[in-house]
């Protein structure tokens, strides 16, 4: 640990014990020109011409839209900011140094930034309790998920810290045929939900359990997720240059990956 500054090794710490950090957004601009394209897109596709308060705009969008609608509006949203040529950079800049220090200083990025959007009372937007290492993620990627709400209760996501996620994890074949939700409720009292104001946002270990459940609140949920993993660690179903592209190599990587060895040495 000696070759770790003191925030290194106290988000390093955070990490390993909670299976998650959260962070105050390290460049607030990028945060809100996010937001600010996520709403205008929005607006642009209900039709609404005045939308006020952007808080308040995204916490109320269940009065302007029907659950059967949701999925369209959320994938023209992504299409349109997707389309933004700094989307990915202004969204690394939110948490450069945390994933920096988690993950590496040669990354490879998720190529599309994804939108979730839970209106209240809506059984259509659920994510059962699950690890994306068991759906054929690689065991190194993180996701670095932000709430453009404050998210909190059944607004926001759940994650099984690592000591019970061990114990679950062992457990899973004993629930059979019982369902995603009856293995959650058996885990329910070690699931810690996150509570996170507009402005922060949140790096976790996707090995983990987590998930969401109907959203009971009177505000409709808005996040974006994105993955990370070193660029020279394993891959699995999700390959780079489909799925992930390098964006912060180093010189001697570039170097190190152009060399070839000269004919005369192999002759």
Known sequence: MEFYSQEERELTAQFLER???????????????IRDQIVESAARQLGLAEIGDKAEFLNT??????????????LSVIKEFNAEPSLRARYFAIARLALQAIVGNELCMQRRINLSIQLPDDE???????????????????????PFVDVYGTKSMFIL???????????LPEFGDQGSEAFRRAFEDDL????MCYGETLVFNQNLLHGNV??????????????????FTPYA???????????????????????????????
Do not use: Q
């Open 214 to 231: 109907v959203n009971s609140e009177m505000e409709t949920r808005w996040t974006t997720n994105c993955r990370y993993k070193g660029v």
């Open 192 to 195: 810690v939900w996150l509570e």
């Open 124 to 146: 259509s937007s659920l994510l059962p309790i699950h690890s994306d290492v068991l759906n054929g993620n690689s065991p190194f990627e993180v996701v670095h998920w932000t």
């Open 61 to 74: 969008v269940h009065e302007c839209v029907d659950p059967t609608e949701l999925n369209a509006l959320r």
């Open 161 to 171: 810290p690592p000591k019970p996620n061990a114990e679950a994890l062992r457990r």
């Open 19 to 33: 299976g998650y950090v959260i962070l105050t957004a390290e460049c607030r601009e990028s945060l809100d020109w």
């Open 237 to 267: 179903d999700k390959k780079l240059g489909e799925y992930f592209e390098p964006i912060s190599l180093r010189a001697a990587s570039k170097v190190g990956l152009d060399y070839r060895i000269p004919s005369i040495v192999n002759s």
